[in-house]
């Protein structure tokens, strides 16, 4: 992940079914600049995104973080608005 600095060695994905986070951070370093419990889900129904959002609420002591997409739509990250104010408020 060039955004982050770091290598195939940091983060891994989920298999199909397997328990847990849908990216697996694994470097400490990983961990540091990417502090979110990630959910990948690929839904046409809306209702379940609160369900699912829920479930990813405060694993591990990182923030959750909801990834979405429609068919023929751009996928969307999810993040609680509480969380949201707080990233604007550190950028101020």
Same mark, same amino acid.
């Given at each position: 992940? !060039?955004?982050?600095?770091?290598? &195939? &060695?940091? *983060?891994?994905?989920? /298999?199909?079914?397997? =328990?847990? %986070?849908? $990216? !697996? ?7 540091? #600049?990417? @502090?979110?419990?990630?959910?990948? &889900?690929?839904?046409?129904?809306? +209702?379940?995104?609160?369900? #699912?959002?829920?479930?990813? =609420? !405060?694993?591990? /002591? &990182? %923030? @959750?973080?909801? $990834? #979405? +997409?429609? =068919?023929? !739509?751009? @996928?969307?990250? $999810? *993040? ?7 990233? *604007?408020?550190? =950028?101020?």
């Amino acid at each position: 992940m !060039k955004l982050f600095n770091l290598t &195939k &060695k940091d *983060i891994r994905t989920s /298999n199909t079914g397997e =328990n847990g %986070e849908d $990216v !697996k951070l694994l470097s400490l370093t990983a961990r540091r #600049v990417f @502090p979110y419990a990630t959910e990948c &889900k690929n839904t046409q129904q809306y +209702k379940s995104l609160y369900h #699912v959002f829920k479930t990813t =609420n !405060k694993r591990n /002591n &990182k %923030e @959750p973080l909801l $990834v #979405v +997409k429609m =068919n023929r !739509k751009e @996928p969307l990250a $999810v *993040i609680s608005l509480e969380h949201f104010f707080e990233l *604007i408020q550190r =950028n101020d």
